[in-house]
């Protein structure tokens, strides 16, 4: 089946008429340019490819397909010599190989996307990645970063031909995954699919924010950039980018600029296989624009339709981009298998050949290429420098606004900010939830701080999240800092990660404790990506009463507990809630969740603000050194409290521990004068037991699911009542 290697004019139109009339009687065959034998532009023809798409319907292609298809392969190559595309293709699969693992086909198709973005629209600075005003870039589809590393040490960012040859190294700047902490010109990290195009939703709502906040009319906007992402498959299969696409469309998020690869490849072979919707049908329906280009390697095509996505101010735009997986490699470009494998050296040395480039080099960037990309760097930094200008006009003109800016961009909080966190008396404030004394906390605290931006997962009733110093954010109304999220707990958190990945603003989300279920994936990037994310998490327990086992969270404390660089807050009363705001706002490189009470409880003698940054204090001290210590969390303190009277003449200390992981960071000494050698210690928490026994000798906690009914029968149900508790502390007490 080897293709003729000479043709006459007069055989190529019978063989054409061949073709239309096998057409007419045989199974319609989609030649799309996965299913093709392609021939060297010089030496013998190579093998037939596996024709694994083609073989489950029993159809082969013709010697005229064949012919056709090797026609286009060979324009296709013949067209690339001489560009700088080779050089980016066969630099991300050199990395890959140099490694041994990771993805080439998304990078090799993916080339002439980034090839434009770079050169032709985004604005960025390498010699300074972190100029507020650049375009952002969101590699979503994350295997594919050895594209992204390409092109940061093309155009000059700090990123060597020695750093993308330790590709997927320890403690290398080219790790296998995109990670914002470790690549200068690094967003965010990707990798979970549909995670970074939702944190670019983020980016694109902090951008409209701070563009309606700062811009002036009559002046040139300060505040002017656009978000580009480049996605999969995978990433539009996965429903978190559901969620968050859905949200953008309807806030008309029209600087947000999705390059769709539209490779119809994915891990277990087509996406056929799984994936056949109307992806621009989807979109539209959304509320984007949705443009389309049948040939991924045209990017003078291509460009022009960026250049019209930039133009559509009041849509997000989508454009879907058909690609070849393994573009540029012959005999295993369209395959599944050159998704997450290195080519292997043959299969190399053979793109490195059909593209012009020496088979038997690697990192291979010739001086012209080199001197074609350095441009941008130039250009870059000259444009942020003409920012910069700009911004001290602007701060000339406009003297609050400048410097209000300013401080933002660097990152601080207002200088008097802690000075208008509440403080509350014992027998003087009523009781109250802790979800409501949150309510008092955050918009005393977001009065004082106006980069705090945020909202709820349709909860805000229960939450009680609304700002009183601000409407919502809208379409129409992007100067609001309340973001309506709707039900969509994943993108939620996902969108929060992306407005703290842009900076200039604080975002904070809410929902129910339990329901924080949904949106793991992206809290546990929060901790991973040293985003400061405040998730006011409330319903916190069985307290929560009739909703019942499905809302009420018995292993959640656990789960954020086990979570590195994450900083879980269950306050007592409303002395510890504005303490536990305190520190969430100075962990500016950690997420936090305040997990918070439906039930009310009464300020508790003994608490402060204060006390939280130590993590654990002794709350209320026995009258001698303790015989036993009892330590809570949230609403059971107040079965602490009572249980310590009811134990009476017995000398009991009480502890409170509004945050585990801010406790095990203080010195040893302050460990052990908060829990002394020796002593017996009973925990109470309405949530998992496990976890505890780093503290506690016996644990009053939950070990199975709870039940539904009215919280004066749900807690005794479960044991958290005066007298067990106390019964508890007293075989603790005996047994020691």
Same mark, same amino acid.
């Given at each position: ?447 004082? &701080?106006?980069?705090? /931006?945020?909202?709820?997962?349709? %909860?805000? =009733?229960?939450?009680? *999240?609304? #700002? $009183?110093?601000? +409407? ?22 996902? &969108?929060?990660?992306? /407005?703290?990945?842009?900076?200039? %603003?604080? =975002?904070?989300?809410? *929902?129910? #404790? $339990?329901?924080? +279920? ?34 009420? =969270? ?183």
């Amino acid at each position: 089946h080897r293709t003729p290697a000479r043709l006459t004019k007069q055989s190529l139109r019978t063989l054409a008429q061949q073709q239309q009339t096998m057409a007419a009687k045989k199974q319609k065959v989609d030649l799309d340019t996965k299913c093709v034998n392609v021939v060297r532009i010089r030496g013998p023809p190579l093998h037939p490819r596996a024709r694994a798409n083609v073989a489950n319907a029993g159809v082969l292609l013709s010697s005229a397909a064949r012919l056709n298809h090797s026609l286009r392969a060979r324009r296709r190559g013949a067209a690339e010599r001489g560009g700088p595309l080779p050089q980016v293709r066969c630099l991300s699969a050199d990395q890959v190989q140099a490694a041994k693992s990771g993805h080439p086909g998304a990078p090799m198709g993916c080339a002439p996307m980034a090839h434009v973005l770079w050169t032709k629209y985004m604005n960025y600075a390498p010699s300074d990645p972190k100029w507020f005003n650049r375009d952002r870039f969101v590699l979503s589809n994350g295997h594919a970063c050895a594209l992204q590393y390409s092109m940061l040490h093309l155009t000059g960012y700090d990123l060597s031909l020695d750093d993308l040859k330790l590709f997927r190294q320890c403690d290398s700047k080219t790790p296998g995954h995109p990670e914002n902490f470790c690549t200068a010109g690094v967003e965010v990290s990707t990798g979970p699919l549909g995670q970074g195009l939702t944190n670019a939703v983020g980016m694109a709502i902090a951008e409209r924010n701070l563009a309606a906040t700062f811009n002036k009319e009559g002046q040139a906007p300060i505040i002017d950039h656009c978000t580009y992402v480049i996605c999969g498959d995978g990433c539009l299969q996965e429903g978190v980018t559901s969620e968050a696409s859905s949200l953008a469309g309807h806030l008309g998020l029209g600087k947000l600029i999705v390059l769709y690869d539209d490779n119809k490849i994915q891990i277990d072979g087509s996406t056929d296989l799984a994936f056949t919707e109307d992806v621009k049908m989807r979109y539209e329906s959304y509320g984007w624009q949705v443009l389309e280009l049948a040939d991924g390697t045209d990017v003078d095509a291509m460009a022009a339709l960026v250049g019209e996505a930039k133009a559509c101010a009041d849509k997000p735009t989508m454009i879907k981009i058909c690609t070849v997986i393994g573009e540029g490699c012959p005999s295993k470009r369209g395959s599944h298998k050159v998704h997450g494998a290195p080519l292997g050296p043959d299969a190399l040395a053979e793109t490195k050949s059909f593209l012009g480039l020496d088979p038997e080099a690697s990192f291979q960037v010739p001086a012209d290429v080199a001197e074609a990309y350095g441009g941008c760097k130039a250009a870059g930094n000259a444009k942020a420098a003409a920012w910069n200008e700009a911004l001290a006009a602007y701060t000339a003109a406009n003297p609050a606004e400048g410097a209000e800016l300013a401080r933002r961009i660097a990152g601080e909080l207002p200088a008097d900010w802690e000075s208008k966190l509440p403080s509350y008396t014992a027998g003087t404030d009523p009781n109250k939830a802790t979800r409501q004394w949150s309510q008092l906390v955050l918009n005393d605290v977001a009065s004082a &701080i106006p980069e705090i /931006i945020g909202g709820s997962a349709d %909860l805000t =009733p229960s939450n009680l *999240t609304a #700002l $009183n110093c601000s +409407g919502d954010f809208q379409k129409d109304t992007p100067q609001g800092r309340y973001i309506r999220f709707g039900v969509r707990e994943h993108a939620m958190a996902g &969108i929060c990660n992306g /407005i703290a990945a842009h900076g200039g %603003l604080v =975002p904070y989300c809410a *929902t129910f #404790l $339990n329901f924080i +279920g949904y949106a793991l994936g992206s809290v546990r990037l929060s901790a991973l990506s040293q985003f400061q994310v405040i998730y006011i998490m409330t319903h916190d327990s069985i307290g929560l009463g009739e909703d019942g086992p499905t809302h009420q =969270p018995v292993e959640m404390l656990e789960a954020l507990r086990s979570m590195p660089n994450m900083y879980t807050f269950r306050p007592c009363d409303g002395n510890e809630v504005a303490g536990s705001y305190r520190m969430a706002l100075k962990l500016t490189n950690s997420p936090s969740v305040l997990a918070l009470s439906r039930q009310g409880m009464p300020v508790n003698t003994g608490t402060s603000a204060a006390a939280v940054e130590k993590g654990a204090y002794v709350m209320d001290p026995s009258d001698g050194a303790p015989e036993l210590i009892i330590a809570a969390t949230g609403s059971e303190m107040q079965l602490a409290v009572e249980a310590k009277a009811a134990l009476a003449p017995m000398k009991v200390a009480l502890v409170s521990m509004p945050c585990q992981e801010l406790f095990l960071e203080q010195p040893l000494d302050y460990q052990l004068s908060v829990f002394p050698e020796g002593v017996p210690v009973l925990s109470v928490e309405a949530s998992g037991a496990m976890g505890w026994e780093r503290f506690s000798h016996l644990a009053v906690g939950m070990t199975r699911y709870g039940a539904s009914g009215p919280i004066k029968s749900v807690y005794p149900k479960f044991g958290f009542t005066v007298e067990n508790v106390a019964a508890q502390a007293k075989g603790l007490l005996a047994f020691y």
